[in-house]
Every structure is written in C-alpha cells, then in structure tokens.
C-alpha cells in the first residue's frame, strides 16, 4: 500500500489592519461614519422592536429569562462601529447614537434605553481595549458581542441587599432594584446565560458577517475592513 | 475702476495620478493643469473619466474618504489645498448631500463654526453669502427640509462662500434639477463668476448652457488623460467630432437617435392597461412632538391610461410630486379617492401580492441605487425573471444582450453596488424590462447619461413599446418629452395655509440638557420605590407633573393632540410593565404584591420620557451637549448630522421594501424565511446607503474645515434657563416622594 506525504503547512497568522495611526486621530469620515451607521441601527433597532414584541410576550407568559436569547441584535451597533473604524471609543460611540435615535420615537424602555445604550457600549469597547485595538477577527466580535451584556444585565437584575435597610440614607436603597430584581439567582444566572449567548451570535458573529458583507459591498473602501477585503482578493 | 484684491485662486496640478485600491488602471493619469485666477473652467469627459476625482483632488480631499495611491501634487497659490480651511469650496451632485443643519442660516455658518469666528460676527457673513447666491429674501430660521433642489444647491454655494474660498468647484450641479431650478443655480454661479477673483471649476455633462459663463475648455479622456484644453469656442469647434464621440452633449448637435434594438429582446406581456382617473395623494407628516399634518403631495388632473405601445410622461418642476405620482401607480400610496388605480377593471396593484405585481408593472425608482436586490450585476438583472419562475438559458442569454445594449457586459459580474450611478440608473431599467412587464414605471430613467447610454436607454423603451409595452415616465428631459404620446403636467398642489399659531406647553420653554435630566430622573425614582403602595404615590406625583408640564397658559388655539402625543408613546412601557408584573408573579413566587410594585417601578421609570422626549430637538442638543457639557465638538456635530437625517432613513427602509416588493419578491408572515431575508437585505441596504451619505457628507463637511475644528464656535447659543432649573427641581419630586413616603 503506497503512503502518501502530504506537507502540512499551517495557515498564515491571520491579524487584523488597524485603523491608520494615531488611532486617536480620528477622521471626520471615521466620525461621520459611525454616527450615521449608529443612526441607522437606531431606525432598524425600531423597526426590530416590533417584531421582538412577539417573542417577548410569549416568553414572558413563559419563562421570562431566555429572553435574554433575543438581546443581541439591540447589540449590534457598538459591535459593528468597533469592526468598522477601529479606533477608540467608536463602539462606544456607535452604541450610544443608536440607542439615542432608538430612545426619540419612544420605547418600551424610555430613557432608560439610553443609559442601556451607555453600558451595552462600554461593555463592546472593553473588549476591544483588552486586545490592544489590534484584533477585528469573528472572535474578539464574539469577545465584544460577550462583554456587552454583563453591565446591562447588572443594570436590569441589580438589587440592593436587604441588610442595607440599618444603615442610614441607604436604607432607601434596600431591597430595590431594576426591572427583574426581584428574580431568585437562579433565574438571573440563566438570564445572563442567555444574553452573553445571544451576545455572542447575534451580536459579535453577526456584526463580523455584517461588516464582511459591507465591505463585500464596496461600502466600507476607506476603513479597514475595506482593506482586508481588497489584500484577500489581490492573490 | 475699483481696486481688486490681490488676484488668487492659482491652481497648480502636475503630474497627479490616483488609482484607488481595487482597480487596475488608474483613473487619472498624470495630469497637469495651471489655473490662473479668476479663471473659469467647464471640465468635461466622457462617464468614469475621473472628473469629480479630479475636482476632489483639487479641495485636497482625495485619499480622505476612498483608499488608493496618489502621485503628483496639486497647490492653490503655491499652499496645499487645505492649508486654509475654505480656500477651495466644493458643491456636490446631489442636493442635500452636504446640508448640515436644520435650518439655513445655521447651515449656512457651519463653516464659520470650524474657522472659530465669534458667534457676533457670523449673521452678517451669513446673510451676505445668501444674498450673494440669490438666497437673501430667505429667513435665516427657515428649515433646510423645506427648499427646493435649485434653493438647496445654491445653499451649499452660499455655505462655501461663507470662508470666502479662492477656487469654487461645483461637481455637476444642476444635473438633477427641472430646467427652472437650473437655470436659477446657473445665474447664482453667474454672478459669481462676474463678481471676479475666484477661480472657477465647472463639471457638467449637458454644455450648452454654460458655455457663455465659462471661458475655458477642458476635456479629460476615458483613461484619465488631459486631450483638449483651450477656450472654449475654440475647442468646442476643433474638437467637435471627438467630444460628440464622447457622448458629450455639444451645443448645438440635435439629440441622438434612440438605438435600434434587435428584435426579440425586449417581450412584453399582453394585458389590461394600467388605468386612473384624477386622483391626489395625501402626505401626513408627523413631526417629532407628535403632532401630524396632512397636506396634498401630488395631484393628477386628467385621466391617466397607460395603453400598450405608448409613451406618457409626467412633465412639471421638482418637488411637484411626479415621483409620488408614480409611487401611487405601482400601488405603494394610498389614493383619494381610494384605489383610483386598476389595472384592468377591476384589479388594485396594491392589492397584488409580489409575484403578481412584478407580473403587471416594473418600477425604475428616482434613487436606482435601493432597488438593488442582489449582489451581481447579472442576478439584478434575472432577480424578478427567477422570482417569477423563469430561469432557462434564453432568459440568461437575453439578459447578457440587454446589458450589452447598456453597456454594462463588462460588469456583468461586478457587484451592483459599486456602480456609479449613472450605470446603476441603466441597470435598474435592464432589470425592470427583461421579465417583459405590460407597464414600465421610471422616475427620470435618462438623468446623468451621455449621448450613447442616452440612445441606448431611449432604445430599449420604444423596442419595449414596439414589443406591445407601455412606458409611464417622470422626466425633466425635453428630448423625451418630445417623444411621448400623452404629456401630463403637474404642478404641486397649493399648501394650505399653516395652522394658525398654537400656544406651547410649558415643557417647550425647557432646554434639551433639563429635558433628558429629567427623563433621567425616572430611573432612580423607579428603582427606588418600594412597596407599591408608595410607588402608586409616585406615579400620581408624575402625572400632576406632566400636566403641568403640558400645560399651555395664555390665549389662542392649545396645542393639538398632547395626550395622545404621550399615551402612544406610553404604549410600550405599558406593555412592558405589564410583561415585567407576570413574569416576576409566575418567577418570583406568585406574589401579587411584589409583581405590582415591579410593574409600576417599570412605568415609574417610563413615564417621565413619554412626557418629555418629545421636546428634545437634536441640533439644540448638540448645542448643549458641546457648550454646556464640554463634550467633544467633532462627535456631537456628527451625531446632531445624524439626527436631523432619521427621517430619511425611515425612507430608505420604505423604498428598499417597495423596491423589493414590485421586483416579485415578496414578504409573507407564514414564511418565517422571507419575514428573515427582508430585515436583513433591508437592514443591509439601509446600512450601505447610510455609508454612502456619511462619505458624502465627509467631503462637504471637510470642504468647509470640519476636519481642522478643534476650536469650534457656534452659530446658537446655549443657554440654562430658570425654566431648566424649574424642570430639573420639579423633577426632583418623584425621588423624593419615593425615597421618604414609606
């Protein structure tokens, strides 16, 4: 029986173009762009909204906690403008204009869509801060998409503890909480499951497949998603 | 004879050649060109000869919004383009695409903002660059929204003037405006032009009328080479042939002869034609607080038959509804009277589902980029022949020659997307025929072309009709007109006169910063309300709050709709107050008492943004937000550009949907996997053309210094007013009442 040989080469390290130095040096392009992509998941998050009232409703007369399932597509945006420009504070930044237009027609939420915005955002940044603004691969998406879900879940199921209620001015402050406070630990641990699960899919995996078909589209030329698509085709 | 200034405006470009990153051939090749001052140039070519590349070259703005490698060096008296923020003023294609702000002073001093002149200073620049451009007679309050496409490019004009450039470049002005419009854009860059001392550059397709405002000539060939420069009698004369072989419209040539299609590739489908009587369509416009007004938007006076083998154009000035028109004959806007539409007697095109409305009509839409539909200019053209089940050899074949009629084979594998418009405007008419439809709806099917794509367009509509096709057309363009068999004119329909003045709410005298404070506020005073029995109280003291907050002291009509205003925007928190009591009731061991103080925490928290959020306008936001709060000047511009451009993205979403819809590919609720593919190619679309806006509206705002506005000043002050303080400390309350009422 004939062997066959076969030499193995390993794949080439695949790394990420960052944005043009200095990354703080932001451009009015970079800026515009993350405002207006942040403006338009804004409308979609709207447009969303509506179909995300079916599930909801079922899963709430159901078991409220996997709705967290459904969280991810509000997480998009941050997660998107990071891919995009690449520079500091633009998932932040992104995150915050969306939740901003999302907040002016009116939601189910109020302002408070707007400070979710805020935490959701700086959950994304986080994770593109801890990989150094260096890495924009489907798995610091996923990283981003992950770490955008913890504070907003801090922010829905936070409760001050009861023992509070001896101490002066914060006694105020005991036993109360966000929307699901009054939860059993059990039933937040599955709700933070299911939000981190839904952050990373339907958030970071998503917002890697969105910012890959933009720059498919020719859309993303002066970023550089832009750039990585032109280096793959030019073999 | 006065004293003129120290002449500038000398151009200087040598050697500038610029290949964006993805294309082989550079687009333009080492091109040289001195532009002494004053001077006025007409800049022409052929479609793709790198013209408005050359006009960005020349504002220092190429590389700024498109990656590629750039050779050569262009100076403006011997600085680089941006060395003075200004210097070199831009006007786009397409108005709107660089309007900054909401109204028209304030767009108007946007450049002025990023120079940091005082606040003081800045209405005189103002009304003298309006006055300068024919825009004096305008209040400096007056929305943006609401000019004409002639009023809104001569807004950019004034908006360049503003920093007192030395070169103005103006990218195809009037090449989407009705003739009147144009001709006011002309006379503004007229009087520009006489006026002296600015250097002039001019992009245009149709010369003719600028011939007598421009005393230079200069051609740029298909590869990006300079090939005639001169005056421009003389080298309309010398080159004559070769600028006509460009398809140049030359002065004086009469228009192409449409070309002739070979037989057989266009087909269209015997049926009933597409009838109407005079009907109207009526536009409700909801404005932000809340209230809506419905006004007439188009209206057709005669009757309208779309018979097989006919041409009818829909012929009158911009803004006079001959696109809504169309919209309404494919079915997408509701009529008055309702269902004036038929398709034969008694079919309602709206009430065709996709398949069968790709059956009856076709629709070239005025933006022919949201049509698109797939990812490759060949599947665009077959995407509604395969939703309607053809898919066989002939139809691939035919569609192969349809593009080549257009000009588009060698694109056939491009990605729709990338095209420039003018290619865009040509595929979206192939896809609209190749399934042979009995009625083609197109929104300005020639705009941009040159003399060949002109012919070739003209061409596939009469084989289109030769092949028992009716053509319904809205066109500026004389040399269709002429062609057509019925003309309709429309005029827009008389406003009414505004409703008189209502008296504003107390809430409206706050500032945006007191507004979303107080919006604010409602997330602690949820979260800290205990017991129901307390949190009721803190609800009753929100709702005596917002009544007073909605009230309107004084004389005259009261403000329309204020508690519906805030009951749908209630609507949803409602919703969620409800859902959050059951779930914590059936999770949180059916305690009813706990599911009602859940519930009521929820709208606790809620209720105060139903009130308020109305009233937040986002240019005074961004005012605030900059001076008040110190945040970054840069971003908050961006984000105040951005809002004040929702609405059209709303639109977006509309037409991609409707453009989908007429292309047969429909949305049906009892298939999930098409409710899935219309968000996401809807979501994608919107996304793409967001990109696009925020790239053009880079370079307009760069063109006027944003780029070096590190020290802004601003047009609007922001002020803290006692109403402010009142408001923050009235909401206040809530907390408090929540905090010690227990």
Not at chain 1, 167 to 173: A, K, N, Q
Not at chain 2, 43 to 70: F, H, I, M, N, Q
Not at chain 2, 245 to 260: D, K, N, R, S, T
Request: hydrophobic letters at 50%; proline letters at 8%.
């Amino acid at each position: 029986m004939a062997t066959t040989s076969t030499t193995y080469e390993p794949p080439p390290t695949r790394r990420s173009i960052t944005a043009t130095r200095p990354l703080m040096g932001w451009r009015t392009v970079d800026i515009l762009t993350v405002a207006f992509l942040g403006a338009a998941f804004g409308v979609a998050f709207w447009a969303w909204g509506i179909f995300y009232n079916g599930p909801v409703t079922a899963l709430q007369i159901g078991y409220a906690p996997l709705l967290g399932l459904f969280v991810g597509p509000w997480l998009l945006a941050g997660v998107v403008g990071g891919l995009v420009v690449r520079r500091p504070g633009a998932a932040l930044f992104c995150e915050v204009v969306a939740a901003l237009v999302s907040m002016i027609p009116g939601t189910a939420w109020g302002a408070g869509v707007l400070f979710a915005g805020i935490l959701q955002g700086l959950g994304a940044e986080l994770a593109f801060a801890i990989l150094g603004y260096r890495f924009f691969g489907v798995a610091a998406a996923a990283l981003a998409g992950a770490l955008s879900t913890p504070l907003e879940w801090l922010y829905e199921t936070g409760r001050f503890p009861d023992s509070w209620a001896s101490i002066p001015v914060l006694s105020s402050f005991a036993g109360n909480g966000g929307y699901y406070a009054e939860w059993v630990w059990r039933d937040k641990l599955a709700y933070l499951g299911c939000m981190a699960l839904s952050g990373i899919v339907l958030a970071g995996v998503l917002a890697w497949v969105v910012t890959r078909a933009l720059a498919a589209a020719g859309a993303l030329s002066a970023f550089p998603p832009g750039q990585e698509r032109r280096e793959s085709r030019a073999v | 004879m006065t004293v003129t200034a120290p002449a500038r405006g000398r151009v200087e470009v040598s050697g500038l050649t610029w290949r964006p990153y993805g294309r082989r051939e550079p687009v333009l090749r080492a091109v040289d060109l001195t532009l002494t001052p004053g001077e006025r140039v007409l800049l022409v070519g052929p479609s793709g000869s790198g013209k408005s590349t050359l006009l960005r070259a020349l504002t220092g703005l190429l590389g700024s919004v498109e990656a590629g490698e750039l050779t050569g060096s262009v100076t403006v008296d011997g600085a680089g383009p941006g060395a003075r923020p200004g210097t070199v003023g831009l006007v786009l294609q397409e108005p709107g695409a660089g309007v900054v702000a909401a109204t028209v002073g304030r767009d108007v001093a946007f450049g002025l903002e990023n120079v940091g002149l005082p606040r003081e200073a800045m209405p005189d620049v103002v009304r003298r660059s309006l006055a300068a451009v024919g825009l004096g007679g305008l209040d400096l309050d007056t929305p943006t929204s609401a000019l004409s496409g002639g009023q809104t490019q001569r807004l950019a004009l004034a908006g360049t003037l503003a920093l007192d450039p030395s070169v103005v470049l103006l990218d195809e002005p009037t090449a989407m405006l009705d003739p009147t419009c144009a001709a006011e854009v002309r006379a503004a860059v007229g009087a520009l032009a006489r006026d002296g001392g600015r250097t002039l550059v001019v992009v245009e397709h149709v010369l003719g009328p600028w011939t007598d405002l421009v005393g230079r000539l200069v051609v740029l060939s298909a590869d990006g080479r300079v090939v005639a420069d001169g005056p421009v009698r003389e080298v309309l004369a010398a080159e004559r042939e070769v600028l006509l072989g460009m398809g140049i419209w030359v002065p004086g040539a009469p228009p192409p002869e449409p070309l002739v299609v070979p037989p057989g590739l266009c087909t269209a489908a015997r049926a009933p034609a597409l009838t109407a009587p005079p009907f109207g369509v009526d536009r409700t416009t909801r404005h932000l607080d809340g209230t809506a007004r419905t006004v007439r938007a188009a209206q057709l006076d005669d009757p309208l038959a779309a018979r097989p083998g006919t041409l009818t154009t829909l012929v009158g000035p911009s803004g006079s509804g001959k696109s809504t028109l169309l919209a309404a004959l494919a079915g997408f806007l509701p009529t008055t009277p309702e269902a004036a539409v038929r398709v034969g007697d008694d079919t309602v095109p709206a009430d065709l589902d996709a398949p069968d409305l790709a059956r009856a009509l076709a629709w070239v839409p005025q933006w022919a980029s949201s049509t698109i539909v797939t990812d490759r200019v060949l599947d665009e053209v077959l995407a509604t022949s395969r939703a309607l089940g053809h898919d066989d050899a002939a139809t691939h074949d035919r569609a192969h020659r349809l593009l080549a009629v257009l000009g588009l084979e060698h694109l056939a594998e491009a990605d729709p997307r990338e095209l420039s418009g003018g290619e865009q405007r040509r595929l979206a008419v192939a896809a609209a025929l190749l399934h042979g439809p009995p009625v083609l709806l197109a929104d300005e099917p020639t705009v941009g072309q040159d003399r060949h794509t002109w012919a070739a367009v003209l061409g596939l509509l009469d084989a289109h009709r030769a092949a028992g096709g009716a053509v319904v057309a809205a066109t500026h363009d004389a040399n269709v007109v002429g062609r057509a068999d019925v003309v309709h004119r429309t005029d827009a329909p008389p406003r009414p006169p505004d409703p008189p003045p209502t008296r504003t709410p107390l809430v409206a005298r706050c500032g945006p910063l007191a507004l979303l404070a107080t919006a604010f506020l409602g997330i602690p005073a949820g979260v800290l309300s205990p017991h129901w029995s307390t949190t009721l109280l803190v609800v009753a003291t929100q709702v005596v709050l917002g009544a007073l907050a909605l009230a309107a002291p004084g004389d005259g009509p009261g403000p329309p709709h204020r508690l519906r205003t805030v009951g749908l925007r209630l609507l949803p928190g409602l919703f969620a107050a409800a859902t959050t009591a059951w779930s914590t009731w059936l999770l949180a061991g059916h305690d009813l008492d706990i599911a009602c103080t859940v519930g009521l925490r929820v709208v606790v928290i809620v209720l105060p943004s139903a009130v308020l959020v109305p009233w937040l306008d986002p240019d005074r936001l961004g005012d605030h937000l900059a001076q008040r709060l110190g945040l970054p000047d840069r971003p908050v511009v961006a984000t105040a550009a951005a809002l004040q451009r929702v609405h059209t993205f709303g639109a977006v979403w509309t037409e991609i949907g409707r453009a989908r819809r007429v292309r047969g590919i429909g949305v049906s609720a009892r298939h999930p996997r098409t409710v899935a593919a219309h968000l996401a190619a809807s979501t994608m679309g919107l996304l793409v053309r967001t990109l696009r806006a925020a790239a053009e509206l880079a370079v307009a705002m760069d063109a006027r210094g944003f780029a070096t506005a590190q020290r802004r000043t601003w047009w609007a002050p922001a002020p803290w007013r006692w109403g402010d303080t009142a408001l923050v400390l009235l909401g206040l309350l809530p907390l408090v009442v929540a905090v010690t009422a227990r």
